[in-house]
């Protein structure tokens, strides 16, 4: 299994529609994040979480909430879908030490129509 | 601003070639630096991490970094790619003691056959 499962790999969804993507991880770690990649722009942080009560905004949360529902869940939801919104979705964790890299899912296509 | 610039957009090469991608990176203070691969269709993955000592870093297949703090950069290197190289490939900077992950746009590198 993977250490990242994110679910699903692939939706297209309306205009105003409420969707929420799924994360979990089987690393142990605390620290749980929720990117967006775009051509060309990279990686864009969206929301992190220490531990389960500790969420925090990145730099593009207009938009999207999240909720940590256990040490190894973290959802995030989109309340209105708008086709900007339009993107590849990437949960990931790390456990914070030192020089620690990510560890990433295998990412969601989410297409906004 | 913290940032990270990665000067090539897309990369052609033929298998044999020698590889060179830069990474530039502006943050004021201490940095771990990374790369990261993605592969066509797949998440990321981790190529290489320096974090202290030897400014030279070994990743997996075969690929290296150097990081030269007086230019601020951190420059990835393979002497002689593969077609099984073509991929995106993701410099990244985290302050050392913080959490936020800066990635840069990322370089397309395709490896012709």
């Known amino acids: 299994d993977a250490d990242v499962t994110q679910t699903p790999r692939n939706r297209i969804t309306k205009t105003g529609k409420r969707i929420m993507l799924e994360c979990s991880q089987t690393?142990?770690?605390?620290?749980m994040y929720w990117y967006r990649q775009d051509p060309g722009l990279g990686l864009r942080l969206i929301y992190y979480?220490?531990?389960?009560?500790?969420?925090n905004k990145g730099e593009i949360s207009d938009g999207y909430s999240v909720s940590r529902q256990a040490q190894a869940k973290f959802s995030l939801s989109l309340e209105s879908a708008i086709p900007n919104q339009t993107a590849l979705y990437f949960c990931?964790?790390?456990?914070?030490?030192?020089?620690?890299?990510?560890?990433f899912g295998s990412g969601t296509r989410l297409t906004v129509v | 601003a913290q940032s990270v610039s990665q000067h090539n957009h897309h990369v052609i090469l033929s298998e044999a070639a020698s590889l060179e991608l830069g990474c530039n990176y502006s943050?004021?203070?201490?940095?771990?630096l990374f790369w990261y691969v993605q592969y066509p269709g797949q998440h990321l993955q981790l190529l290489l991490k320096?974090?202290?000592?030897?400014?030279l870093v070994k990743g997996i297949k075969g690929f290296e970094a150097e990081f030269i703090k007086s230019k601020f950069s951190f420059n990835l290197r393979k002497p002689s790619v593969q077609w099984s190289d073509t991929a995106e490939y993701f410099c990244?900077?985290?302050?050392?003691?913080?959490?936020?992950?800066?990635f840069g746009a990322g370089t397309r590198l395709f490896v012709k056959a």
């Open positions: 690393k142990g770690h605390d620290r």
């Open positions: 979480s220490f531990d389960v009560k500790d969420i």
């Open positions: 943050y004021g203070g201490t940095v771990n």
């Open positions: 990931a964790t790390n456990n914070g030490q030192g020089a620690d890299g990510y560890t």
């Open positions: 320096y974090f202290s000592g030897d400014p």
């Open positions: 990244a900077v985290r302050g050392t003691g913080g959490f936020k992950t800066i």
